[in-house]
């Protein structure tokens, strides 16, 4: 599966961005789907995963209350809803897909197979 993300920016700090994810290629509906991030300097680190149906969402204590991950399995997108957006939320955004979870549940980068290009959001104070 071919992974293209898009949506990142500028906005100030509490403000809000939506980023996409368009997958092409194998069936979308038969992968979880997971966000990442990385900031300079720093390793890439776990945002949020949904499920095949999107009826179960798990997110990183960093951004729970405030970032919201979804799906639309007949448009092969996955999207991340960011609110109240803080500097720190600066860096890399990535999309990622695998068909089954490993041991880490998705909050691990080594669990996916297949990565989007990445897309810069960055948060002014």
């Known amino acids: 599966v071919q992974l293209q993300a898009s949506g990142g920016g500028l906005v100030q700090a509490g403000g809000s961005l939506r980023l996409s994810c368009a997958a092409s290629g194998r069936t979308f509906s038969r992968y979880f789907m997971g966000w990442f991030r990385q900031a300079p300097g720093k390793e890439r680190e776990f945002v949020a995963r949904?499920?095949?149906?999107?009826?179960?969402?798990y997110y990183a204590d960093s951004v729970k209350g405030r970032f919201t991950i979804s799906r639309d399995n007949a448009k092969n997108t996955v999207y991340l809803q960011m609110n109240s957006l803080k500097p720190e939320d600066t860096a890399v955004y990535y999309c990622?897909?695998?068909?089954?979870?490993?041991?880490?549940?998705?909050?691990?980068?080594?669990?996916?197979?297949?990565w989007g290009q990445g897309t810069q959001v960055t948060v002014s104070s």
């Open positions: 990622a897909a695998v068909e089954s979870l490993g041991l880490g549940r998705g909050r691990s980068p080594n669990e996916y197979d297949y």
């Open positions: 949904i499920s095949w149906t999107g009826g179960n969402t």
